[in-house]
Nanobody
Framework: QVQLVESGGGLVQAGGSLRLSCAAS????????MAWFRQAPGKEREFVAT????????DYADSVKGRFTISRDNAKNTVYLQMNSLKPEDTAVYYC????????????????WGQGTQVTVSS
């Protein structure tokens, strides 16, 4: 079992930055593909970014390309999401997810999820 704990959310003005962290409970998490998803009120959970086991392959949603950066530190069993130039439409609960299988942009592809961290961007 992999337990994921997100942190780093908060309230920020448009144009600002936040860095989210996701700590995994086991060292074997370094062998898992990791991802970030988000869910705004009244909307479906949507893909944000995913990163391969060694960090060499990364995918982003078009809506965050050029503004968000996903990274991982396997020695710390942690994945990060650096969010710059934030917009009000980025407001959502952000979830960390993990899978021992292939990278996916679909939520159904991930079997392990954190509890989420709220990000609110004011205009």
């Amino acid at each position: 079992q992999v337990q994921l704990v997100e942190s780093g959310g908060g309230l920020v003005q448009a144009g600002g930055s936040l860095r989210l962290s996701c700590a995994a409970s086991v060292h074997t998490a370094s062998s898992y593909v990791m991802a970030w998803f988000r869910q705004a009120p009244g909307k479906e959970r949507e893909f944000v970014a995913t990163i391969s086991v060694n960090g060499g392959r990364i995918d982003y949603a078009d809506s965050v390309k050029g503004r968000f950066t996903i990274s991982r530190d396997n020695a710390k069993n942690t994945v990060y999401l650096q969010m710059n130039s934030l917009k009000p439409e980025d407001t959502a609960v952000y979830y960390c997810a993990a899978t021992p299988y292939s990278r996916s942009t679909k939520a159904v592809g991930y079997g392990y999820w954190g509890q989420g961290t709220q990000v609110t961007v004011s205009s």
